[in-house]
């Protein structure tokens, strides 16, 4: 199981998404020079929580989703259809993440400025169609091989 190439690319996924999850996505700069850390669980504006709870969800269902991913090496079409869910919800993801943008930048009159932690989630997604790719040859080799016994 390990040994399979999908295997660590579908491993890395989950990594990546893990610490998407931790890291800031961005910065909004207030008009009274205060900064503010947006987070994928939410952003702290003096003394309210703003909570952007979707991006997280998106974040954490993609991680449990690529991990199980991992497992289902028996079932290889399965395997693929997850990954292709997978990256959807991924983009998914940049939609919820440009919504809540939009919304935050009005409520709290800011620039935002983006982090280098945002472009984790697009890494996972093309090792997800890496995965996708190598998990498709894999279904090749074995139909070739049940066709030579």
């Known amino acids: ?42 952003i702290q504006v003096g003394g309210v929580f703003n909570s952007t709870w979707g991006m997280f969800g998106i974040l954490l ?4 989703i690529a991990l199980c991913s991992v497992f289902l090496f028996k079932n290889r079409m399965l395997q693929i259809r997850m990954s292709i869910f997978n990256t959807i919800l991924l983009v998914g993801y940049y939609l919820t993440f440009l919504a809540f943008i939009y919304v935050l930048k009005d ?7 983006l982090a280098w932690s945002l472009c984790l989630p697009l890494v996972a997604i093309i090792f997800n169609i890496l995965a996708i790719r190598a998990i498709g040859r894999d279904e090749v080799m074995v139909r070739t091989a049940d066709r030579l016994r």
Request: glycine letters at 6%.
């Open 1 to 42: 199981m390990i040994q399979r190439i999908q295997t660590i690319y579908l491993l890395l996924v989950a990594a990546l998404l893990i610490s998407s999850m931790c890291l800031p996505v961005g910065y909004f700069m207030g008009p009274d020079a205060a900064l503010y850390t947006l987070k994928p669980l939410g």
């Open 61 to 64: 269902l993609s991680t449990i």
């Open 107 to 113: 409520d709290l009159d800011a620039s935002y400025r």
